[in-house]
Each structure stands twice: as structure tokens, then as C-alpha cells.
């Protein structure tokens, strides 16, 4: 895909009457895939999936938390790339994409948290360690948390997202050192099972439990981000003519 094709589509859907359409008409089959691939990954990797020889069953959070990891890295950089986006072009829909995605970005790291937690317990014999990658993680939650305080707590719209984006861009730094951590220190956190240039460590069955429930947490990103826009234009275009037809159409 091209810049012109991307920038084409961007003016296209930038529009908020436009972007709700689509994602009205998007939200549900996204709904249907989250829930779909989520019980099918979750049926797989706790049900068929095979006991590891040297974890046993406790192995099998990783289904849930190597996937919440990913996401927490993923919609942060999203997040602050919307947030400089609306920043740099006084793009509104940008803003109100970055708004929306922080909530599901923070779900996901206090997800990631939580499950490491459940694991390292029977692994490491404690809940917690300020190891570097769950310590870089744990910052990663307070970025979201200041992010989606700072921009609360600005009545201006415009100043709001200023501020949101700079704070985001700035605490998009720490996510290359969450990825990169157990390469450039000796943590206790095992290093990655999957790779982009080499074979999986793990079983085929394993595999696509993990890729479902990936597949889930993605569509179930856009899905709740969608529906938090779609509030957020409201919201915001209430007083336009399209938002009065469309109110009027509801309630008759």
C-alpha cells in the first residue's frame, strides 16, 4: 500500500459520518471473530495442547499472556502514533482513535502483568521480581494510566491532545526496551519462544492456540475501539446535521 493510497483512505474515513458508518457496520462481525477465535484458542491451548515436560500445566498461561504482552507494545505504539498524528495535521478522528485505545492498551498490560504473575509464582517460586522486562512492563501501565489521566483532566480539546501526544511519544521509547530486555540484560524473564527468523520452540497445537487468542485480542482491539469512538463522535458532533437525523431515526 502506497502513502498516496493510505493518505487517500485516511481523508476518506477522517470524516466523523463516514468513519460511522464503518465502524457500525464493522463493529459486530469484529465482535463475532473476538469471541469466535477466543473460546476456539482457549479450547485449544487448555484442552488439547500438551503438558509441557518441565512446566507441567502451568505452562499454559502463556496462551493468554505472551498474546496480552504483544497487544500492550502493539496499541501503545498505535496510540502514540494517532496521538502525534492528530497533533501534527489538527486531525480530530486521530485524537479520538488514540483516546479510545488507551483504556483497551492498559486492560491488556495489567492482562500481561497479572498472568506473568500467575506464572512466575511456579516458576520462579515468587509473584513478583523487579526483573527488567516486568519492570519496563510495569512502566508501560503508568504511561497508559498518565496518558489517559493527562488527557481527562485538560478540558481543551485541542490542548488535551498536545499534551497526550507528547506524553505518548515520549513513552513510546520504553517499548523497544521492553522487546529488547532480555537481550540486554541477564533477567530471569526466558527468553522470546516465537521469532520472525527462525523455527517455533513450541508444538503445532500450541502454536494455534496462541495465534487464535492473538487473533481474538486483535479483533476485539478494534472492536472496543470502535465502539468508544463511535461514542466520541457523537459526543463531539452532536450539534451537526447528521448526528440530529441520525438521533431522530432512533427514536422513531
Do not use: C
Not at 502451568?58 to 494517532?82: D, T
Not at 506464572?119 to 504511561?143: M, Q
Amino acid at each position: 500500500m502506497t502513502s498516496t493510497t493510505v493518505l487517500k483512505t485516511w481523508s476518506t474515513y477522517a470524516a466523523p459520518s463516514r468513519f460511522y458508518a464503518l465502524a457500525t457496520a464493522m463493529t459486530p462481525w469484529l465482535w463475532a471473530l473476538t469471541l469466535g477465535s477466543g473460546i476456539a484458542g482457549l479450547w485449544i491451548g487448555f484442552a488439547i495442547a500438551p503438558t509441557d515436560f518441565q512446566q507441567g500445566d502451568a505452562y499454559r498461561i502463556i496462551f493468554i499472556h505472551v498474546p496480552a504482552a504483544w497487544m500492550s507494545m502493539v496499541i501503545y505504539l498505535a496510540m502514540a502514533f494517532w496521538a502525534v498524528w492528530g497533533w501534527m495535521l489538527n486531525a480530530r478522528m486521530a485524537s479520538m482513535y488514540a483516546r479510545a485505545l488507551a483504556p483497551t492498551g492498559a486492560l491488556f498490560t495489567l492482562i500481561a502483568l497479572w498472568t506473568g504473575a500467575l506464572w512466575g509464582k511456579p516458576t520462579w517460586g515468587t509473584w513478583w521480581v523487579w526483573d527488567a522486562r516486568l519492570t519496563s512492563e510495569f512502566i508501560l501501565l503508568l504511561l497508559y494510566v498518565g496518558y489517559m489521566a493527562l488527557t481527562e483532566a485538560i478540558d481543551d480539546a485541542r490542548r488535551s491532545a498536545h499534551a497526550g501526544a507528547l506524553l505518548a511519544l515520549v513513552g513510546a521509547v520504553n517499548v523497544p526496551v521492553i522487546y529488547f530486555s532480555v537481550r540486554w540484560w541477564n533477567t530471569l524473564h526466558q527468553g522470546s519462544t516465537i521469532s520472525m527468523t527462525a523455527a517455533p520452540k513450541m508444538a503445532a497445537t500450541m502454536l494455534t492456540a496462541m495465534g487464535l487468542l492473538t487473533i481474538s485480542f486483535w479483533a476485539y482491539t478494534f472492536a472496543i475501539t470502535f465502539t468508544r469512538s463511535r461514542a466520541a463522535v457523537l459526543e463531539n458532533e452532536a450539534d451537526t446535521a447528521w448526528v440530529k437525523e441520525l438521533s431522530r431515526g432512533v427514536q422513531r
